[in-house]
T-cell receptor
C-alpha cells in the first residue's frame, strides 16, 4: 500500500507570495492533518480535515488555510508569506473510524523556504 | 491540556550500547502515546504506540517502550543500538475529546558513535 505523498517536496517563495501544498493520504484513510515543523517551535498542529470539513484547528493565523477533496486529498494554502513561515510542512493521514487515539501516518513533508 | 516533555535534547551512545530516551506527559486520563523517528530531511515514522493494556509495548526496529502511569512516563528503549538508529526521536500524546491531532515533544537527537 502506498504511503502518504506530498508535493512538491521543496519550494522557494518570496515574502508576500502565496503557496499551495498538496497531500494524498493512504488509500482508505479519510482524515488528513497538517503540521508545521520549525527548529524554534518544533512540531505544531495546523488543522485536520475529514469528509471535506475542517474538524480541528491549531493556533495559527488565518493566512493558513486548507481544504479537502472528495477523494480525501488535501491542500493547504499559506497567503502573504512571511519569513517565519519557512518550515517543513508535514501531512499525516488516518482512518478516522471514530475510535480514540488513532495512529497518524506521515508523509515526507514539503520544505518551504521563504526569502 | 496535553503536553509532552522530552528532557534530553541530544544523546550520544556507542554502537552496541543500550539506549533509553525519556518522555514525560501531562494529561489526567489515560493517554494515547506514540514514539516517532525522523531521519534528516524525512517525515516521521511510527515506532510504536500505547493505547491501553500491557504497559510494555514492542515496536519496530527492536524498540520498546514502557508506560508508567505513576511517573507519567513513556520511555523508549533499545538493548543494542545500531549506527542506522541515528535520527531524531519524538514522543507524542494524542488529543482527546474527539480530536485527532498529536501533541509532540521537542525531540531527542540521537548520535551513534562507532
Amino acid at each position: 500500500k502506498a504511503g502518504v505523498t506530498q508535493t512538491p517536496r521543496y519550494l522557494i517563495k518570496t515574502r508576500g507570495q502565496q503557496v499551495t501544498l498538496s497531500c494524498s493520504p493512504i488509500s482508505g484513510h479519510r482524515s488528513v492533518s497538517w503540521y508545521q515543523q520549525t527548529p524554534g517551535q518544533g512540531l505544531q498542529f495546523l488543522f485536520e480535515y475529514f469528509s471535506e470539513t475542517q474538524r480541528n484547528k491549531g493556533n495559527f493565523p488565518g493566512r493558513f488555510s486548507g481544504r479537502q477533496f472528495s477523494n480525501s486529498r488535501s491542500e493547504m494554502n499559506v497567503s502573504t508569506l512571511e519569513l517565519g513561515d519557512s518550515a517543513l510542512y508535514l501531512c499525516a493521514s488516518s482512518k478516522r473510524t471514530g475510535g480514540a487515539g488513532e495512529t497518524q501516518y506521515f508523509g515526507p513533508g514539503t520544505r518551504l523556504l521563504v526569502l | 491540556a496535553q503536553s509532552v516533555t522530552q528532557p534530553d535534547i541530544h544523546i550520544t551512545v556507542s554502537e552496541g550500547a543500550s539506549l533509553e530516551l525519556r518522555c514525560n506527559y501531562s494529561y489526567g486520563a489515560t493517554p494515547y502515546l506514540f514514539w516517532y523517528v525522523q531521519s534528516p530531511g524525512q517525515g516521521l515514522q511510527l515506532l510504536l504506540k500505547y493505547f491501553s493494556g500491557d504497559t510494555l509495548v514492542q515496536g519496530i526496529k527492536g524498540f520498546e517502550a514502557e508506560f508508567k502511569r505513576s511517573q507519567s512516563s513513556f520511555n523508549l528503549r533499545k538493548p543494542s543500538v545500531h549506527w542506522s538508529d541515528a535520527a531524531e526521536y519524538f514522543c507524542a500524546v494524542g488529543a482527546q475529546g474527539g480530536a485527532n491531532n498529536l501533541f509532540f515533544g521537542t525531540g531527542t537527537r540521537l548520535t551513534v558513535i562507532p
